[in-house]
């Protein structure tokens, strides 16, 4: 039986994960980009971020001071899943309120308007916010959690390109990506991993390029025409020179992650989400019969 209990204690752990341990292929990823750069600079910076993970991990002290906005994804089984979607909210609600105060974790969550923290503990309107799908994969239920730094946040950008035949309309996308790539610079905290969402509808765009930020460094979109833009993409970003922390070197992005989705005939939005180098998030697997698995 999976219990609001069970999913409030999961919360907290997989926040405490997620705020103070980088996920193996993000470190990996930085580790490569200190061992070919060559500007002193940016070596340093580099340097500094392996460090802070390292002293994170150690000390189990959140990351970054920033410690984001509480997102959740969460995947439900197509079999008998023996939940309550009242429960999941609940549990995840009261697990963040906790984790704010034990891990602990900076109160984020502020009305948009007034700026007032309102119950504070990172809980408001619609916060945290869940995301939900169905996974015929999935045995019971996964929750990924994914806090989201502002920084990186406030560069977002979207726009509606015109449609154009193929070759005008890669071009189109690239140009606004490297675009928004170069007006952002160092402030999402470089070097990030980029998102882009590609096709649906506006709202849909921004949360692919959401979605694509999720994927593993180095893992290519499943789509061969799709997954060589990434690698353009990614050649192009690094060769602007922002580097890291905005101060000039060979890495500005550690990867460059598409997805797309089917739009209108009239329409191409294209959407871009930036995740800074302290790319957080972390998953757990709660089986049918309470068992939970960290992944």
């Known amino acids: 039986m999976i219990t609001k209990e069970l999913i409030k204690d999961v919360t907290i752990s997989i926040l405490r994960r997620a705020e103070t341990t980088l996920p193996d292929d993000v470190k990996a990823a930085l580790v490569r980009a200190y061992e070919r750069e060559e500007q002193e600079i940016a070596k340093v910076q580099l340097e500094a971020m392996l460090e802070n993970v ?7 002290r959140p990351l970054c001071q920033d410690t984001g906005l509480p997102l959740f994804y969460v995947k439900l089984g197509s079999g008998n ?22 891990i602990p974790l900076r109160s984020n969550v502020v009305d948009p308007i007034t700026r007032d923290e309102g119950e504070g503990a990172n809980i408001g309107d619609r ?54 790539v170069v007006k952002a610079a160092g402030k999402p905290c470089p070097p990030t991993i980029i998102g882009v969402g590609i096709g649906g509808s506006a709202d849909i765009a921004m949360k692919l390029a959401k979605v694509a930020v ?41 990867d460059v992650h598409i997805e797309t989705a089917s739009t209108h005939i009239t329409s191409l939005p294209v959407a871009v989400n930036f995740q800074c180098w302290a790319a957080r998030q972390a998953v757990a697997k709660i089986h049918e019969d309470g068992r939970v698995e960290y992944v």
């Open 81 to 102: 899943v023996n939940v309550n979607l009242r429960d999941i909210e609940s549990g995840i609600r009261e697990g963040v309120k906790e984790a704010t105060k034990s």
């Open 214 to 254: 999720l994927r593993p460094v180095g893992v290519r979109n499943t789509e061969e025409r799709i997954a060589r833009l990434e690698e353009e993409l990614l050649e192009a970003v690094n060769n602007t020179g922002i580097g890291p922390m905005g101060l000039g070197g060979k890495t500005t992005a550690l």
């Open 127 to 180: 916060m945290p916010y869940i995301n939900y799908s169905i996974d015929s994969d999935v045995d019971g239920l996964e929750i990924l959690v994914f806090p989201k730094g502002g920084g990186s946040e406030n560069v977002s950008a979207f726009t509606m390109l015109t449609p154009k035949p193929e070759t005008e309309a890669l071009k189109a996308i690239r140009t606004f990506i490297l675009e928004v």
């Open 54 to 60: 390292k002293l994170a991990e150690e000390l189990q």
